[in-house]
């Protein structure tokens, strides 16, 4: 499968932006999906995942302010953030997972398709 974030761009603190990722291929609802990202200097992190069946999971620092869906009609992942702070700068990138295994949607290496990436800069 072949991913395609984008929506990244330059907001204010406390801004808004909606990321998106398109995939190819007919077996998008058979991925669990997630967004990480990567700010200068840091590892890459988890940010949220979107399970097949829809649950979704969040890390703690962007709970109550990102939400992650999925319209497997249009083979599309989506982030909404809301409230961002500066030190959500970074560059997010999407992640499908093929497997089905649930407990591992929380690691970069439980994931086997990955997107390009998409910056994202807040100003404070």
């Known amino acids: 499968v072949q991913l395609q974030a984008s929506g990244g761009g330059l907001v204010q603190a406390g801004g808004s932006l909606r990321l998106s990722c398109a995939a190819s291929?007919?077996?998008?609802?058979?991925?669990?999906m997630g967004w990480f990202r990567q700010a200068p200097g840091k590892e890459r992190e988890f940010v949220a995942a979107?399970?097949?069946?829809?649950?979704?999971y969040y890390a703690d620092s962007v709970k109550g302010r990102f939400a992650i869906s999925r319209d497997n009609a249009k083979n599309t992942v989506y982030l909404q953030m809301n409230s961002l702070k500066p030190e959500d700068t970074a560059v997010y990138s999407c992640?499908?997972?093929?497997?089905?295994?649930?407990?591992?949607?929380?690691?970069?290496?439980?994931?086997?398709?990955w997107g390009q990436g998409t910056l994202v800069t807040v100003s404070s």
């Open positions: 291929g007919r077996t998008f609802r058979r991925y669990h």
């Open positions: 992640a499908a997972q093929s497997m089905g295994i649930q407990s591992t949607i929380y690691y970069v290496n439980g994931y086997d398709y």
């Open positions: 979107i399970s097949r069946s829809g649950g979704t």
